[in-house]
Structure formats: C-alpha cells, structure tokens
C-alpha cells in the first residue's frame, strides 16, 4: 500500500498544525517537531538546536572552518556541497532556475520577493515554510 503511493502521489498524513501532508506517519512525525519545539541535537560550542543530527553537523563547519568541497578551476572551497555547485554556475554560465522548469508558484525564489510577511515584527520571506520557522522564535 505505502509502495503504491509513491505511483498515485498520495499524501495521507497531514499535520494539523499547517496542513503540510506527508506520504509516510515518520515523515510527519519529524516534521511535527518544527510545531513542538523539541530540538533533540544540541551545538556543544554555541547552545544552538537542531530538530536532525544532519542540521547539527552542517552547523558545526562554522565553528570548524570546515570547507571540504573546492571547485578545482579557481580553487574556491565551500562548507556545503550546494554552495560548490551554485559557485560551478558561475563559471559555466549555466541558469538551472529557469520559470518554466518550475511553475510560476515558485517564481517568486527566483525574483527574491518576499511575498510572506510576519505583521507582529515586519520580517518577510520568500518561502511560507520560513515564515512558519521563523514564527516559532516567537513562541518560545
């Protein structure tokens, strides 16, 4: 049945908090932790939280200096393999955000419009799902 929905594009677990759906109950449950709070993986240099042990240890290359990706045709080294491959874009002139890759719902990733605003304190975002992160400091 759970096979089955990777074919039909079902989503059957929903969060009741924002209604973001899920394929598996796993994947809600994580997500749920963004509405709860519970940050599980603490940064022993700065106190911050992280809801996954993978989010901590992309933090801790700040504290490190850590940068093991390097683009070998100008020698420019990264922290995180996504930053290497927009720097890759610069020299080959490549544009992989195109609007009609994408839809025009996301369009706004591209223009940098922050379309999604917190009126309490006058942040903005592009994406919902930031604004909805950002509520949470907030909350706390």
Not at 33 to 62: A, D, P, V
Not at 111 to 140: D, N, P, V
């Amino acid at each position: 049945m759970q096979h089955q929905q990777i074919h039909t594009g079902e989503n059957p677990s929903e969060c009741k908090e924002c209604g973001k759906r899920f394929k598996h109950t796993f994947q809600l449950t994580k997500h749920q932790w963004i509405h709860t709070g519970k940050r599980s993986y603490e940064c022993s240099k700065c106190g911050k939280g992280f809801i996954r042990q993978f989010n901590l240890s992309q933090h801790m290359k700040i504290h490190t200096g850590e940068k093991p990706y390097e683009y070998s045709e100008c020698a420019k080294a990264f922290s995180h393999k996504s930053h290497l491959t927009e720097h890759r874009w610069i020299h080959i002139g490549e544009k992989p955000y195109e609007f009609s890759k994408c839809g025009n719902r996301q369009m706004n990733i591209h223009t940098g419009e922050k379309l999604y605003e917190r009126i309490k304190c006058g942040k903005a975002f592009i994406l919902k799902s930031h604004l909805t992160k950002h509520q949470w400091i907030h909350m706390r």
